[in-house]
C-alpha cells in the first residue's frame, strides 16, 4: 500500500473520481448559473441575453439587496465576534477537570444536533408575543414593559434570529475548539506553572498560540455559515418585517422560486458564491501570514 501511495500516477486515479464529483454536481451548476446571470429567464418560457443588466439592477436599483448584504454581515460579525468567543470560553470549562465535565459537553453540543428548522420552529413559538415563554417569563419577574412582538418588531426580529443561530451553533464549535485543546501536552501548562504562568496567562501565552490553526478554521467556518444563512431566517420570519432579516440567501430563493425571476436569482448566486470566496481568501490570507502576539 506504502509503494502503491508513493506513486503519483495512482493517487492521481484514486483521485479521479472525487474530481469527477464535484464537476458535475459542484462546478458545472455554478458555471450554469452565472450563465443564467446574464439571461432574462423565467424558468419556462426561452431566455433573453441581457449582459450585465441583472448585476446593475443588483448594484443601483433593489435597494433591498443592500439590506440583505448587511444583514448577512451582520450573521458574521456575531458568528465571529460573539458566538466564537463564548465557544472559546465553554471549550476552556468543559476542558478542566472536574465532576460532571462530559455531561455539560454534551448539554452544550445537544443544540446542533437539531435541525435548524426545528430549533427556528422552537423559538418561534418561544417567541409568540401571545402564548411565548420569553414574554410570559418577563411579566412573571415584573418586566411587562419589555415584551413585545420579538420576531414582529423591525428593530427585534434581526437581533431575535441572531440569538437562536448563535445557541444553535455556539457547541459545534466548542467541540472542535475542546478537540483541539485535547491535543495540547500537558507539559507545557505545568512548565508554565513552574514558572507562574497559571489562569489566564496560560491561556493567553500557550493555548491561544497551540490553537491558532484551529482557530482560524473556525473564523472560516463561521464566515462561509453566516453568508450562506437560509433556513433559520426563511422559517422564523421570511425575510420581514419590512425585510429587515432579509439576507442574500434568502432573497436569491424569493427571486428565483417566488417571483420567477431565474435570471435575477441568478445573478444573486453568483454575487453570494464569490462573497464566500472572497472574504474566505481573504481571511485565509491574514490568518495565514499575521502571527498575533499573545
Same mark, same amino acid.
Not at 16 to 25: E, R, S, T, W
Not at 120 to 133: A, H, R, T
Not at 136 to 148: P, S
Not at 286 to 293: A, N, R, S, Y
Given at each position: 500500500?506504502?509503494?502503491?501511495?508513493s506513486?503519483?500516477?495512482?493517487?492521481?486515479?484514486?483521485?479521479?473520481p472525487?474530481?469527477?464529483?464535484?464537476?458535475?454536481?459542484?462546478?458545472?451548476p455554478?458555471?450554469?448559473?452565472?450563465?443564467?446571470?446574464? %439571461?432574462?429567464?423565467?424558468?419556462?418560457?426561452?431566455?433573453?441575453?441581457i449582459?450585465?443588466?441583472?448585476?446593475?439592477?443588483?448594484?443601483?436599483?433593489?435597494?433591498?439587496?443592500?439590506?440583505?448584504?448587511?444583514?448577512?454581515?451582520?450573521?458574521?460579525l456575531?458568528?465571529?465576534?460573539?458566538?466564537?468567543?463564548?465557544?472559546?470560553?465553554?471549550?476552556?470549562?468543559?476542558?478542566?477537570? /472536574?465532576?460532571?465535565?462530559?455531561?455539560?459537553? &454534551?448539554?452544550?453540543?445537544?443544540?446542533?444536533?437539531?435541525?435548524?428548522?426545528?430549533?427556528?420552529l422552537?423559538?418561534?413559538?418561544i417567541y409568540?408575543?401571545?402564548?411565548?415563554?420569553? &414574554?410570559?417569563?418577563?411579566?412573571?419577574?415584573? +418586566?411587562?414593559?419589555?415584551?413585545g412582538?420579538?420576531?414582529?418588531?423591525?428593530?427585534?426580529?434581526?437581533?431575535?434570529?441572531?440569538?437562536?443561530?448563535?445557541? *444553535?451553533?455556539?457547541?459545534?464549535? /466548542?467541540?472542535?475548539l475542546?478537540?483541539? /485543546?485535547?491535543?495540547?501536552?500537558?507539559?507545557?501548562?505545568?512548565?508554565?506553572?513552574?514558572?507562574g504562568?497559571?489562569?489566564?496567562?496560560?491561556?493567553? *501565552?500557550?493555548?491561544?498560540?497551540l490553537?491558532?490553526?484551529v482557530?482560524?478554521? #473556525?473564523?472560516?467556518? &463561521?464566515?462561509?455559515?453566516?453568508l450562506?444563512?437560509?433556513?433559520?431566517?426563511?422559517?422564523?420570519t421570511?425575510?420581514?418585517?419590512?425585510?429587515?432579516?432579509?439576507?442574500?440567501?434568502?432573497? /436569491?430563493? %424569493?427571486?428565483?422560486?417566488?417571483?420567477?425571476?431565474?435570471?435575477?436569482?441568478?445573478a444573486?448566486a453568483?454575487?453570494?458564491?464569490?462573497? #464566500?470566496?472572497?472574504?474566505?481568501?481573504?481571511?485565509n490570507?491574514? +490568518?495565514? %501570514?499575521?502571527?498575533?502576539?499573545?
Amino acid at each position: 500500500m506504502e509503494r502503491a501511495l508513493s506513486n503519483k500516477k495512482i493517487i492521481a486515479l484514486f483521485l479521479l473520481p472525487g474530481l469527477f464529483v464535484f464537476l458535475i454536481f459542484y462546478f458545472v451548476p455554478i458555471v450554469m448559473t452565472a450563465y443564467y446571470s446574464l %439571461q432574462d429567464w423565467d424558468g419556462i418560457n426561452p431566455m433573453t441575453f441581457i449582459g450585465l443588466d441583472n448585476y446593475t439592477k443588483m448594484f443601483t436599483v433593489d435597494k433591498s439587496f443592500w439590506q440583505a448584504v448587511w444583514n448577512s454581515l451582520a450573521f458574521l460579525l456575531v458568528g465571529v465576534f460573539i458566538q466564537l468567543p463564548v465557544s472559546f470560553a465553554l471549550a476552556l470549562l468543559v476542558s478542566r477537570k /472536574m465532576k460532571g465535565r462530559k455531561w455539560f459537553r &454534551n448539554i452544550y453540543f445537544f443544540p446542533v444536533v437539531m435541525s435548524t428548522t426545528m430549533v427556528s420552529l422552537l423559538w418561534v413559538k418561544i417567541y409568540d408575543p401571545n402564548i411565548g415563554m420569553l &414574554n410570559t417569563l418577563m411579566d412573571t419577574l415584573g +418586566l411587562g414593559a419589555w415584551t413585545g412582538a420579538w420576531l414582529g418588531d423591525t428593530k427585534t426580529a434581526l437581533l431575535s434570529v441572531l440569538i437562536v443561530t448563535t445557541w *444553535h451553533y455556539v457547541g459545534y464549535n /466548542m467541540l472542535i475548539l475542546f478537540a483541539g /485543546m485535547q491535543g495540547i501536552p500537558e507539559q507545557y501548562y505545568e512548565a508554565a506553572k513552574l514558572d507562574g504562568a497559571t489562569g489566564w496567562k496560560a491561556v493567553r *501565552h500557550i493555548t491561544f498560540p497551540l490553537l491558532s490553526d484551529v482557530l482560524r478554521i #473556525c473564523i472560516v467556518l &463561521n464566515v462561509i455559515y453566516a453568508l450562506k444563512t437560509f433556513e433559520s431566517v426563511y422559517v422564523m420570519t421570511n425575510g420581514g418585517p419590512l425585510n429587515s432579516t432579509t439576507v442574500i440567501a434568502l432573497k /436569491m430563493f %424569493q427571486e428565483a422560486f417566488l417571483r420567477q425571476n431565474f435570471g435575477y436569482g441568478s445573478a444573486l448566486a453568483v454575487f453570494m458564491v464569490l462573497e #464566500c470566496l472572497v472574504i474566505s481568501w481573504v481571511l485565509n490570507k491574514i +490568518l495565514t %501570514q499575521e502571527k498575533i502576539e499573545y
